[in-house]
């Protein structure tokens, strides 16, 4: 029935009507979150927001919804990110929350609120940056399914755009998508990277190399901006990896020297600036805590051969290393994340099962008569740019698995677009998700993401795990 609704709205003016379910979406979340409780277990926000998150008599009705909220959002790690953003770090750990957005945080809390901001502004700020963050990604994601799909007379082209954009509204991620999280920053610049990188593709296709080679540079670009949010971000520079060994597979196969060489170099250096956005930071606190003193006053990891202070603070204050999240008390949690590491791990695999889609492998799709039904809507050139965004969404699910703290998968997963594409072309195939002897109707997974994130919502406005 959902599908049905959606399908008539989206026939003539697609964005306006994403824009509405957008708008919608967010007053149920926040609608949860501003009824949980408050503050719940823990005082840090109150602490941290005072003046912010009280409300007084003679404060307007909608100023005091707007506090409130503010101070409901403001929870776990977004307590880390508002500060940061507010007094820079002071402290090692506070390192691992993403140096781009605080000063993209302090930049806009002072262009809104003048430069004598306080601390609540930032916090302002960030709930905007996110919520305006999450719609625009929300369209980039509907242009690059358009950009990557095939022209078809019966519209399932833009309905799978239509409805893969939709579900990035409903993402799991839920109310981290409006908090003062970088989750909704970070999946709008790397959409926007990985929608260049797909222009890339259709400008040579084209034979329109120089736009190409331009193409590429601004994707770089944007996932070094992507990465100064969130760590992750650097997966996307495999997209390059993956390119440069199919261009040297290239260069034995067809003997062009020039025009692989060509292409290898600018996707070197769009991979180099993907890697700045990582290393830049690394480089800040370095020279903020490892100054030529006395080495016993330095932090231990300033003494590494890789002194990366992003991966200590992880490992040492964070726990996160190979298996050490692999404890039975953690057990409940990899039952939290199994719904969307599956969903990352099976869509994979299936972009990679469509015509012998393979990494390094060259493609045959616009020679084939066969192509399967859920691949359709998808064009022979969005075909192989799928496989390729299969990379960093595989690696992230493997590392989630067995690195990471694997609940967060939920919500940095909502960055990346070929699971959306699969499911979205499941509800428009009315075709099942196939799990070993099981056929799961993919209503279920839908109704799944609409009730974890509503539960979510009021988990976390209430300082509740999981988070």
């Given at each position: 029935?959902a599908?049905?609704?959606l399908s008539v709205w989206?026939?003539s003016?697609?964005?306006?009507?994403?824009?509405?379910?957008?708008?919608?979406?967010?007053?149920?979340?926040f609608?949860?979150a501003?009824t949980s409780?408050?503050?719940?277990?823990?005082?840090?926000?109150?602490?941290?927001l005072?003046d912010?998150?009280?409300?007084?008599?003679d404060?307007?009705?909608?100023?005091?919804?707007?506090?409130?909220?503010?101070?409901?959002?403001?929870?776990?790690?977004?307590i880390y990110?508002?500060?940061?953003s507010?007094?820079?770090?002071?402290?090692?750990?506070?390192?691992?929350?993403g140096?781009?957005?605080?000063?993209?945080?302090?930049?806009?809390?002072r262009s809104l609120?003048?430069?004598?901001?306080?601390?609540?502004?930032?916090?302002?700020a960030?709930?905007?940056a996110?919520n305006?963050?999450?719609?625009?990604?929300?369209l980039?994601?509907?242009?690059?399914?358009i950009?990557?799909?095939?022209?078809?007379?019966?519209?399932?082209s833009?309905?799978?755009?239509?409805?893969s954009?939709?579900?990035?509204?409903?993402?799991?991620?839920g109310?981290?998508l409006?908090?003062?999280?970088?989750?909704?920053?970070?999946?709008?610049?790397n959409?926007?990277g990985?929608?260049?990188?797909a222009?890339?593709?259709?400008?040579?296709d084209?034979?329109?190399?120089?736009l190409?080679?331009?193409?590429?540079?601004?994707?770089?670009?944007?996932?070094?901006?992507?990465?100064?949010l969130?760590?992750n971000?650097?997966?996307?520079?495999?997209?390059?990896?993956?390119?440069?060994?199919e261009?040297?597979?290239?260069?034995?196969?067809?003997?062009?020297l020039?025009?692989?060489?060509?292409?290898a170099i600018?996707?070197?250096?769009a991979?180099?600036?993907?890697?700045?956005?990582?290393?830049?930071?690394?480089?800040?606190?370095y020279?903020?805590?490892?100054r030529?003193?006395?080495?016993?006053?330095?932090?231990?990891?300033?003494?590494r051969?890789?002194?990366?202070?992003?991966?200590?603070?992880?490992?040492?204050?964070?726990?996160?290393?190979?298996?050490r999240?692999?404890?039975?008390?953690?057990?409940p949690?990899?039952?939290l994340?199994?719904?969307?590491?599956?969903?990352?791990?099976?869509s994979?695999?299936?972009i990679?099962?469509?015509?012998d889609?393979?990494?390094f492998?060259?493609?045959?799709?616009?020679?084939?008569?066969?192509t399967?039904?859920?691949?359709?809507?998808?064009?022979?050139l969005?075909l192989?740019?799928?496989?390729?965004?299969?990379?960093?969404?595989?690696?992230?699910?493997?590392?989630a698995l067995?690195?990471?703290?694997v609940q967060?998968?939920?919500r940095?997963?909502?960055?990346?677009?070929l699971?959306?594409w699969?499911l979205?072309?499941?509800i428009?195939?009315?075709?099942?998700?196939r799990?070993a002897?099981?056929?799961?109707?993919v209503?279920?997974?839908?109704k799944?993401?609409?009730l974890?994130?509503l539960?979510?919502?009021?988990?976390?406005?209430?300082?509740?795990?999981?988070?």
């Amino acid at each position: 029935m959902a599908y049905e609704i959606l399908s008539v709205w989206q026939v003539s003016r697609p964005k306006t009507c994403l824009t509405i379910l957008f708008v919608t979406w967010k007053f149920f979340l926040f609608s949860v979150a501003y009824t949980s409780p408050y503050p719940g277990y823990d005082t840090s926000t109150r602490l941290l927001l005072p003046d912010e998150t009280s409300s007084t008599n003679d404060q307007h009705i909608v100023g005091s919804l707007f506090t409130a909220l503010a101070g409901k959002l403001t929870r776990w790690d977004a307590i880390y990110f508002v500060q940061r953003s507010h007094r820079g770090a002071l402290f090692e750990q506070e390192w691992a929350f993403g140096w781009g957005y605080a000063k993209l945080l302090n930049v806009l809390a002072r262009s809104l609120f003048g430069p004598d901001d306080e601390i609540g502004s930032k916090a302002i700020a960030a709930i905007l940056a996110s919520n305006i963050s999450h719609l625009l990604s929300v369209l980039v994601l509907y242009q690059m399914t358009i950009l990557i799909a095939a022209p078809s007379p019966s519209g399932r082209s833009l309905r799978v755009a239509f409805v893969s954009a939709s579900l990035h509204i409903i993402s799991p991620a839920g109310l981290f998508l409006s908090a003062p999280y970088a989750e909704s920053s970070f999946s709008f610049t790397n959409f926007v990277g990985l929608y260049m990188y797909a222009y890339s593709l259709h400008a040579y296709d084209n034979h329109r190399v120089g736009l190409r080679d331009a193409s590429l540079i601004l994707s770089g670009l944007f996932f070094g901006v992507a990465v100064t949010l969130r760590s992750n971000g650097l997966l996307s520079g495999l997209i390059f990896c993956f390119d440069v060994v199919e261009c040297a597979l290239d260069l034995f196969r067809s003997g062009e020297l020039a025009k692989s060489l060509r292409r290898a170099i600018f996707l070197v250096f769009a991979g180099c600036l993907t890697g700045v956005g990582f290393l830049f930071p690394q480089y800040l606190a370095y020279r903020d805590f490892c100054r030529p003193t006395d080495p016993g006053e330095q932090p231990l990891w300033c003494t590494r051969r890789i002194p990366s202070i992003y991966t200590w603070v992880q490992r040492h204050y964070w726990n996160v290393g190979l298996f050490r999240y692999w404890t039975l008390s953690n057990a409940p949690l990899f039952l939290l994340a199994a719904p969307m590491l599956l969903i990352m791990i099976l869509s994979a695999v299936w972009i990679w099962s469509q015509e012998d889609h393979f990494p390094f492998m060259k493609h045959q799709v616009a020679n084939s008569s066969r192509t399967p039904i859920q691949a359709r809507w998808i064009s022979p050139l969005g075909l192989d740019c799928a496989c390729r965004l299969a990379v960093p969404q595989l690696v992230l699910a493997i590392l989630a698995l067995t690195t990471y703290h694997v609940q967060i998968i939920t919500r940095i997963s909502s960055g990346y677009p070929l699971w959306y594409w699969w499911l979205a072309s499941r509800i428009d195939d009315r075709r099942s998700v196939r799990l070993a002897r099981w056929d799961i109707p993919v209503e279920w997974v839908v109704k799944w993401m609409v009730l974890y994130s509503l539960m979510q919502a009021g988990l976390f406005a209430a300082f509740l795990p999981p988070a």
